[in-house]
C-alpha cells in the first residue's frame, strides 16, 4: 500500500518524545543501578550460604569427634 | 512541522530532521514511533520491578543467613571465652586486641602475608592486589603470576606468623586451600578457570596428615601459610555486567554441558567473569565450587543462577 502522507504539529510530538526519551534514560540508569546493587547483593548471599555450610560441616566433624 | 508516513502499519513513525537524515542515501531513517517509546518504557519498568522482587528477595535472604551466623558466633564465644591456641602461647590475636580498628587489623594480617611470601619466594617482588578475599591477600608476582595467600581473618585471626604456622586453624586453611587448588585445575583443564601453576601447602596441613595428597596429587612443597599461584585472567568486572541474556544463556548451556559430563561440581560462593582473550567465561575462586552429589545440587540449576538467568 503506498504510504499517506500527511502533517501533524510537531511541537507537542516533539515535546512528548523529548518527555519519552528523558524518562527511558532515567529508566535505564536505575535499572543499571539496581541490577548493580543485585549481583553485589547476590555475591554476598553466595558468601554467607558457604560461610553457613562450612559452619555446619564444622559442628558435624565436633560432633563427630565427641 | 514534521513528515508523518502513514500505512498499513497502524504505528505513526515520525522522521528525522533533513539534518539528521543519512548523508550516503539521503533517505529519511526512521526513528522509534511515540509507541515504541512507551512499550520501551513499559519494558523497563517492569524490569525494574522484577528486579526490586528479587532484590528484596536477596536482601531478606542475607539479613536471616547474617542473624543466623551472627547467633552461632555469640553462642561459640560464650561456650569458649578463653579460645584460641594464640591467647594460650601469648601471640596477639584477634580477641586479645579488640580495641583495634578493621583497618589496624588489616595491615596486621597484611604485614603476615607479606612476610611469608618474602620467605617463601625470597627473589621475587610482589604488588598487592587485594585483601578483599575472607580467607587470603591476593598478589601479583614480577612473573606474571597471581599468589594467594591464605591468612586467618574473622575470629580466628592471628598476627604472628610463626604462631600461625603451628596453629590447627592453618592446617585447616592449608587443606582447604589444596581442595580449592585441585578445584582449579579441574576446571582449568576444561577451559573454565585461570591455570594453576603450583601449590605450596601450609606446614601445618603437611604435618597434620597427608590426607592433602589425597585431594592434591602432586608432590608437596610447604611454607609457613599456603600459596596458591595461578596464571592471570584477564578480565574488567564490568564486561560481565554488560553481557546479554542470550550471551549468559549461551554460556549456561556451554557450561552446563562441560560440567554435566562428571557431575562433581557446582558452582557455590565463586565470581564468574569474562575472559578478554576468549570472549568466553572463566571463574577465578575455584575454592566456592561446591561438591555436586554430596550437597544434592542441580549443577544446571546453579549455574544458571550464578551467571544470573531465571532457573
Redesign the interface.
Known sequence: ?K????????AD??A??AD??E??RA??E??KA??????A?????????????R?QEEALRQSLRK | MILVFMSENPKTRETLPASEQSAETGRETAEPSLEDLQKELSGLERDFRDLKERFDQAQSEIGALREKLEGAEKQAAAEEPERTEGVEAGYPTASAETEMTLEERAEKILAVTDQALAETFPSREFKLLTTDGSSCNVYAGDDGLIYKVGVMKGRDEMYDIRALEKSKAMADRGNYMANEAAKLDYLAQRGLAPKLVKYVNSRAAVAKRPWYRKIFRRQPEMAALPVLIMEKADFDPQDFAEMSVEAREAEAERITGIMEKDGKWAPGDTEPVVDKKTGRIIFVDAGGWLDAKKRKLDIRREIRSILELER
Do not use: F, G, W, Y
Not at chain 1, 504510504?3 to 510537531?10: A, E, F, K
Open positions: 500500500m504510504p499517506r502522507l500527511m502533517t501533524v504539529n510537531s510530538i516533539q512528548t518524545v519519552l526519551k524518562k527511558i529508566a535505564r536505575a535499572k539496581l541490577s548493580d546493587k543485585l549481583r547483593a547476590q555475591r554476598e548471599l553466595r558468601h554467607l550460604k558457604s560461610e553457613d555450610d559452619r
